[in-house]
């Protein structure tokens, strides 16, 4: 794996975490109630939609073919890497920007 590709990868998803965090400490005390209204109603109408087939899971993307070939598996290992990598960063600095706010606000 490319070092200034991952390096690139990790300080665009801090910032992008950073400033999503905030935002959504921002919203959630603004309007925490109806906020957790509409997420859970939203998952509801989810699971809904998938139970009556209009949404549909599409396993083979999910799995990415790693169940019928195995030959790809490094390569699909490294991207995956990648994936968590990125979502990992962003999901903390969400968390941060969200607490930050939160303790500024109180």
Known sequence: MDTDFIL????FA???????GAILGIIWSMAAKTLQLFLLVQFIL?????SRNIITVDWE???MGLLNE???AVNEAITIL?????TGVFTVNVAIGFFLVRKFKS
């Open 8 to 11: 690139e990868l990790v300080g």
């Open 14 to 20: 801090a910032l992008e975490g950073i400033i999503m």
């Open 46 to 50: 989810f699971k809904w939609l998938e």
């Open 61 to 63: 993307r999910l799995t």
């Open 70 to 72: 195995g030959g790809a």
């Open 82 to 86: 990648e994936s968590l990598l990125d």
